[in-house]
């Protein structure tokens, strides 16, 4: 599991065989787990939450997307980086 950065406690990362899905990173506290906050990220470059599994409450999962927003290029370089692809498919 690729850790991307650190927000506070919470940490972003990638699951490593998930790559056959839209470009997406999980949110969680602690160490990474399968029912961490899935977040989709847009062409646009904006962010959506995908399920909030973590239970993180709104008004801090808002402050997470801004900060996940502002770091769109550099996931987006790790994205490829990472599962050695050209090309990134996104949600939307």
Do not use: D
């Amino acid at each position: 599991m690729p850790s991307l950065f650190r927000i506070g406690e919470y940490l972003v990362y990638f699951w490593s065989n998930e790559n056959n899905e839209p470009i997406h990173v999980h949110i969680g506290k602690g160490k990474p787990n399968a029912n961490a906050t899935k977040v989709w990220l847009t062409a646009s470059g904006g962010c959506i939450v995908a399920n909030n599994g973590s239970r993180i409450h709104q008004k801090e999962l808002n402050e997470l997307l801004n900060i996940i927003a502002a770091q769109y290029f550099m996931i987006c370089a790790e994205w490829k980086n990472h599962f050695k692809e050209t090309e990134i498919r996104f949600y939307c």
